[in-house]
């Protein structure tokens, strides 16, 4: 059994800064891709982050310079770093990963239960 945990979500005056973190537990082979969402209420689920296994990160334009992530391939975690934190990054964050659990299928998504990020003006 598979599971993403994340860590790290609160309230945060804007301008402020937090840390997202998440940490893969279970059997699987590999974590490829890692990433983190985030769902702001009455909104689509949208990329904030993503970093490849190798380290190469895509960020959302409107996060770019602000935030950063990073992961430990060794302890199968991600973080998230949020700066210059605004109003309309709130929302439900999630981690997400790309998981090979058998050399016989391919890669399957999992994503963590979600922590919450609220911003106040």
């Known amino acids: 059994q598979v599971q993403l945990v994340e860590f790290g979500g609160g309230l945060v005056q804007a301008g402020g800064s937090l840390r997202l973190s998440c940490v893969a537990s279970?059997?699987?082979?590999?974590?490829?891709?890692m990433g983190w969402y985030r769902q702001a209420p009455g909104k689509q689920r949208e990329l904030v982050a993503s970093i490849t296994r190798g380290g190469t990160t895509n960020y959302a334009d409107s996060v770019k310079g602000r935030f950063a992530i990073a992961r430990d391939n060794a302890k199968n975690t991600v973080s998230l770093q949020m700066n210059s934190l605004k109003p309309e990054d709130a929302g439900t964050y999630y981690c997400n990963a790309g998981l090979k659990t058998s050399w016989l299928r391919d890669e399957s998504d999992y994503w963590g239960q979600g922590t919450q990020v609220t911003v106040s003006s």
């Open positions: 279970g059997t699987f082979l590999r974590i490829n891709t």
